[in-house]
Each structure stands twice: as structure tokens, then as C-alpha cells.
């Protein structure tokens, strides 16, 4: 876990409400500056640009987690605060269960 601080929890939830799934990923560890959120999804960006590809991947990871949740019409948003960052991904379900 590279962003993550050692010896602590992902928590991970699952909500259904309505016609909707929420999916939520919590990680304790360094918040990512404010003014950096925007770009976070975008491809190749990478919040700690001192990290290697080595250790800290080529910026794709999000990107690609954004094009598949929206290509499913739903959306990804992410808060960081209080050495916590949070992923929310919002997926529609009715159209799975019809």
C-alpha cells in the first residue's frame, strides 16, 4: 500500500439506497493537498511526483478507475481531511437488476 500509513485499515462499505450502490474506500494517511484533488483522475498524474514508477505507479490507476465507473453511469469523487482520503464511487443499479 503506497499511500496508505503502515499497519493501518482499508475500510471499505457498500451501501444500497434506492436505485443506487455507493461504494466508499477510506485509507488513513497523508491528505492529498486540496489543490491537487482536481487533477487526481486526470492520466499520468501523480500527486507525489518524487516517487519513482517504481514505487508509485504511472499515474493511471485512477484515470482508469474514472473511465470504468462512467462508462457504468456512475460517478467517482474523492475528499481528503484529517489524514484520511476517501473514494466514493455512485453506480446506478436498477438497470443491472431489470
Do not use: C, Q
Amino acid at each position: 500500500m503506497n499511500y496508505s500509513y503502515n499497519n493501518t485499515n482499508i475500510k471499505i462499505e457498500v451501501i444500497k439506497l434506492e436505485n443506487f450502490l455507493t461504494i466508499t474506500f477510506e485509507n488513513t494517511g497523508d491528505e492529498i493537498p486540496e489543490e491537487k484533488i482536481p487533477h487526481i483522475f486526470e492520466k499520468f498524474y501523480r500527486v507525489d511526483v518524487s516517487r519513482g514508477t517504481k514505487y508509485g505507479g504511472a499515474g493511471l490507476g485512477l484515470a482508469i478507475a474514472k473511465n470504468i465507473v462512467e462508462l457504468h453511469n456512475g460517478t467517482i469523487d474523492v475528499k481528503s481531511y484529517e489524514k484520511k482520503t476517501i473514494f466514493t464511487i455512485k453506480l446506478p443499479i436498477k438497470e443491472w437488476i431489470e
